[in-house]
Nanobody, 129 residues
Framework: QVQLVESGGGLVQAGASLRLSCVASGRIFFSSNIMGWFRQAPGKEREFVAGVGAGGRTVTYADSVKGRFTISRDDARNTVYLQMNSLKPEDTAVYYC?????????????????????WGQGTQVTVSS
């Protein structure tokens, strides 16, 4: 059993910052997983936000968050973070973290949720204008 638990969401005004955390536990070798953040706004499909590869050596972002969001990981704490700055109302969504088991050398970070094996329950982020 693998558990991913997100925290750090909340209600903030536009321009503010939030830091999301996701802690993994259970039968998972955290360092052997690509970690990703996704989000889903009401009435919209789930979308990729950011991903970080093994050891934090590679990262990728959706165009909509580049320059504002930063993903990082702490393998000693089985935790992945999403630092969100300059938040906008359009960032309002439920944010999910996900883990994608690495099964090949140089496996790329996928932006497709279908490639991820484990998911958290999500944390709500609401940005008011």
């Amino acid at each position: 059993q693998v558990q991913l638990v997100e925290s750090g969401g909340g209600l903030v005004q536009a321009g503010a910052s939030l830091r999301l955390s996701c802690v993994a536990s259970g039968r998972i070798f955290f360092s052997s997983n690509i970690m990703g953040w996704f989000r889903q706004a009401p009435g919209k499909e789930r979308e990729f936000v950011a991903g970080v590869g093994a050891g934090g050596r590679t990262v990728t972002y959706a165009d909509s968050v580049k320059g504002r969001f930063t993903i990082s990981r702490d393998d000693a704490r089985n935790t992945v973070y999403l630092q969100m700055n300059s938040l906008k109302p359009e960032d309002t969504a439920v944010y999910y973290c996900a883990a994608d088991r690495i099964h090949a050398i140089n496996m790329p970070i996928s932006a497709s949720g279908k490639d991820y094996d484990y998911w958290g329950q999500g944390t709500q982020v609401t940005v008011s204008s």
